[in-house]
């Protein structure tokens, strides 16, 4: 039996008993959670599924060294006892990725290149030739956490964050990340028993993500490669088992169910859910939430609404009391989950919340709130033997910390008076100063719309070969043109197919203005 060694999931802030979860259900071992990762041990399987099913995880880490380093030359000096030559071989290039938390070190540029030094020098004094150093494709991706004097030099299997799933043809500026999304779905415990809305959906991330979790799709069928499939030691007949494995994989009764307001949107999302092989699962419309009508099916929400952190939005409260009176007329007896940032705008809302999440969406710390919706009086309901706040939930609760009432709240969000309708056909959108978080998609409110052209790839022309092929160029270019098995495989499980004019479409056809995301 292959030794187990130890591993490292990171994510964000708040999605950590939600990875823990899912580690554990994957067959990890010495599942422990820490800030935004949550270690634990297990094979080369285990590895290669943690980056290929993971729902809520970023990166996957292989720590190799443990060590104090309370200077740089301590630094140095342990970074050069590590024997490179079985990590990195001859004519192949590195990187070096630095998080840092410690006040002898304060720069993490600094950190890279003490490492690469380390790692550098000792190939020049043991062989005479050096590596390359690649910082846009590298063969082995190795990364340094420090927390004061303490460092874990680890090397990095996953390449590219595991929030690019690569089903993302086209986006709106800022898309919710998709691991979030996921994580957010997760939390609902939403496990596809239901039909599933998000009447905010932008460019369709929250839908996809939810059809990959109905489905139990493991979110690295869509990936072209993984950083360990570089390693020396990299397994391509067990990578194959797992990738061509869809033994797990179940049948969704339900259907999914997506609508925006702005029709750039709409078509967005449209394209993403085509590129993700999920037409059968997932219907996109434009429509707007205030003529949301009861669905004819028991249904959840989860919805994203706008924050007014960098668009100016007069009617940003009176979207939000809007949001409150449909949820309360038209969704009695369901269960609705909202992403938010101000106290301010959940005050509108008006409901009470069952349970509130603190999450990072990007920089913001936002709340994720759940709201158990009934018809009447709650006086009526709770005779009745209902339950709106279930004993998990004051658990819950009990756990999390107070959402903070100190933010400012804007005077530029100011609504206007005599605008308690809800509609919102004046907006002023303010682009931001600089786009650099998208570019780890991991940035926050904005809803300027840029779309960005991409080819499109359809996953219906995606195929890969399960017979093992001598060329790793060759096998990578073939899992990227996976082609769409689910849907096929929808058609034989009986799978529900969407019809534009059945009732349960649920909101009407009439056209109004709102900014969103998904």
């Known amino acids: 039996m292959e030794q187990e060694f130890e591993l490292i999931a990171k994510t964000f802030m708040g999605l950590e008993p ?64 590590i024997d490179w030559s079985q990590y990195i071989m001859k004519g192949k290039t590195f990187s070096v990725d630095s998080v840092v938390y410690s006040e002898e070190f304060r720069n993490s540029r600094f950190v890279t290149y003490k490492v690469k030094d380390a790692i550098v020098d000792q190939f020049r004094e043991t062989t005479g030739t050096r590596p390359n150093i690649s910082v846009s494709n590298p063969d082995i991706r190795l990364n340094i956490h420090i927390a004061e004097d303490k460092a874990t030099l680890s090397l990095d299997s996953s390449g590219e964050s595991l929030h690019r799933r690569g089903y993302r043809q086209e986006s709106v500026e800022a898309p919710l990340n998709e691991v979030l999304a996921a994580g957010m779905i997760l939390m609902s415990g939403w496990k596809g028993d239901t039909d599933f809305i998000d009447p905010m959906c932008g460019s369709g991330t929250i839908l996809i993500e939810a059809a990959l979790i109905a489905r139990n799709i493991s979110p690295g069928v869509f990936r072209k490669a993984f950083a360990f499939e570089k390693w ?59 003529d949301f009508t009861k669905p004819a099916e028991k249904s959840l929400i989860i919805m994203n609404p706008p924050y007014g952190e960098r668009i100016s939005t007069p009617n940003l409260l009176a979207t939000y009391k809007m949001i409150g009176e449909r949820l309360k007329h038209e969704f009695g007896g369901n269960e609705a989950w909202i992403l938010s940032y101000r106290e301010e705008c959940f005050d509108q809302i008006g409901l009470k919340p069952s349970l509130k999440i603190p999450v990072y969406n990007g920089s913001l710390e936002c709340e994720f709130r759940k709201y158990s919706l009934f018809e009447g009086k709650m006086k009526a309901f709770r005779a009745e033997g209902g339950i709106v706040k279930t004993a998990e939930d004051k658990r819950e609760m009990a756990q999390k910390h107070r959402f903070k009432k100190n933010r400012e709240f804007k005077k530029r969000l100011e609504e206007e008076s005599n605008n308690e309708a809800g509609d919102i056909s004046s907006l002023s959108v303010l682009k931001p100063k600089s786009l650099k978080e998208e570019s780890n998609n991991e940035a926050g409110d ?52 969407f019809d534009k004019g059945t009732k349960r479409s649920n909101f009407n056809q009439e056209r109004s203005h709102f900014d969103e995301e998904d």
């Open 446 to 497: 904005i809803r300027s719309f840029t779309f960005h052209k991409h080819e499109l790839e359809s996953f219906e022309d995606r195929k890969r070969n399960p017979r093992r092929r001598d060329d790793r160029n060759e096998r990578s270019e073939q899992r990227g043109k996976r082609d769409n098995r689910f849907g096929s495989r929808d058609k034989r499980k009986g799978g529900k197919h």
């Open 18 to 81: 939600v990875l823990a979860q899912e580690l554990t259900q994957m067959g990890a071992n010495n599942v422990q959670i820490g800030r935004r990762m949550v270690s634990f041990t297990g094979n080369k399987e285990t590895m290669y599924r943690a980056n290929f099913q993971l729902h809520t995880a970023i990166r996957i880490l292989k720590p190799i060294a443990h060590f104090k380093a309370r200077s740089a030359e301590d630094m140095y000096d342990e970074v050069k006892k």
């Open 232 to 290: 020396p030691d990299f397994d391509q007949g067990l990578f194959d088992e797992i990738y061509n494995d869809d033994s797990q994989e179940k049948a969704f009764e339900h259907h999914i169910y997506g609508y925006d307001i702005d029709m750039k949107a709409v078509n967005t999302a449209r394209l993403n859910v085509k590129a993700a092989g999920l037409t059968q699962l997932i219907t996109v419309e434009q429509k707007d939430f205030k």
